[in-house]
């Protein structure tokens, strides 16, 4: 009886998700397919395992749509000294996600050591990503809005620093933008949050089953995180599964 009813509600909700996916992608309603041209696009974040943890739908996609993908990762998440480590599993993580180690750097700056304790300089994001825009050629930056997700202050001085570029020009000719934090509901219902999204937002990325276990894969690479609620992170969290990006202005 129950698995009846399951398989009652599981179908219809498996054509929704179908539709949400042939709208997301068909539909001109996302930036980076309406703008046509394949640009450069910088992704930056804060610690080795945000890339898969939150951004896998965004970066899978644009690689799909056939951007060239570059990641800055300001810190190498050094938090419990386990900073080389961390370094070689995101460059796995970033390979098993279609970035080449090339395309990825790893800052090692004193004023930006990971930590919810430690304060970052915000000029000094400033100041090394926008180093990293113009020696790439960026066309796109994302990083976190300014609730970061999680609420890490790490992750929150990387969106204080995309709005500064934007506000005081230091990068002309640049899009900037932030990927949204959802409420702690919406956050935790994986796929039903794919619908949501679809809905709300224009600029939305949503992964297919085979992008989701690539995620995945990728998690596995950062064995010194995968601790039991990390695992259970990868099933539960809508950004394994879709990203909402917004562009600042
Ligand atoms: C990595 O960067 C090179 C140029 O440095 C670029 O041609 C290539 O497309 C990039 N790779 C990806 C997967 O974006
Ligand atoms: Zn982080």
Avoid at 37 to 58: G, R, S, W, Y
Wanted: proline letters at 3%; a positive charge; glycine letters at 6%.
């Amino acid at each position: 009886m129950l698995a009846f009813l399951i398989l009652e509600f599981l179908w219809p909700f498996a054509i929704v998700l179908v539709l949400c996916y042939v709208y997301i992608k068909c539909s001109a309603v996302n930036h980076f397919i309406r703008s046509g041209c394949k640009q450069n696009v910088l992704i930056v974040t804060a610690h080795p395992d945000d890339e898969c943890m939150f951004f896998a739908p965004t970066i899978l996609s644009l690689l799909q749509e056939g951007h060239q993908i570059y990641l800055v990762c300001l810190s190498k998440g050094n938090f419990y000294n386990q900073g080389e480590l961390r370094k070689k599993e995101l460059l796995v993580s970033c390979g098993k996600l279609g970035i080449p180690q090339s395309n990825v750097t790893i800052i090692e700056d004193e004023r930006f050591q990971d930590g919810p304790e430690n304060v970052w300089s915000i000029d000094g994001i400033v100041e090394r990503v926008s180093g990293v825009i113009k020696r790439i050629g960026a066309k796109s930056v994302i990083t976190f809005d300014g609730q970061g997700v999680s609420s890490h202050p790490n992750h929150v001085a990387l969106f204080k620093a995309a709005r500064r570029m934007v506000h005081e020009k230091v990068i002309e000719g640049v899009s900037v933008f932030v990927l949204e934090s959802t409420n702690i509901v919406r956050k935790y219902v994986s796929i039903i949050d794919i619908p949501i999204s679809s809905i709300i937002c224009m600029t939305t990325f949503v992964s297919l089953p085979v992008d989701v276990y690539k995620a995945w894969l990728a998690m596995t690479a950062h064995k010194s995180q995968l601790v039991w609620f990390r695992k259970l992170y990868i099933f539960f969290s809508r950004y394994m599964y879709v990203n909402t990006l917004y562009k600042l202005d």
